[in-house]
């Protein structure tokens, strides 16, 4: 069984950065797409970032697009999101997912999800 394990998140100030982590087990991690998405108190959880297994293309939501980037490291089954010029409405839980079929599926129903890391943006 796959399991996903965030870590990372925390309490910063506008402009910082932070990295989240996701370290997967239980199955092939270059055989998987990874994504973030992320959850705001009284908000439905949007797609923020993918990246495909192989050739290691990726995909961005247009909020994050210049300041996010989505990476990964097959040898440490880690997928990573390095968060830049934080904003307040950055704020919310993000959670990590994988999906070995496609980037749309995965961007629409992936097959396993992490727990979540919170990360709040003050102002």
């Not at 959850?39 to 959880?45: F, I, L, T, V």
């Not at 990964?72 to 997912?97: F, G, H, I, S, W």
Request: hydrophobic share 35%; with cysteine; net charge neutral.
């Amino acid at each position: 069984q796959v399991q996903l394990v965030e870590s990372g998140g925390g309490l910063v100030q506008a402009g910082d950065s932070l990295r989240l982590s996701c370290v997967m087990s239980g199955g092939t991690f270059s055989s998987y797409a990874m994504a973030w998405f992320r959850q705001a108190p009284g908000k439905e959880r949007e797609f923020v970032a993918g990246i495909s297994w192989y050739v290691q293309n990726t995909e961005y939501a247009g909020s994050v697009e210049g300041r996010f980037t989505i990476s990964r490291d097959n040898a440490k089954n880690t997928a990573y999101l390095q968060m830049n010029t934080l904003k307040p409405e950055d704020t919310a839980v993000y959670y990590c997912a994988s999906d070995d079929t496609s980037m749309y599926r995965l961007r629409i129903h992936p097959q396993y999800w992490g727990q979540g890391t919170q990360v709040t943006v003050s102002s």
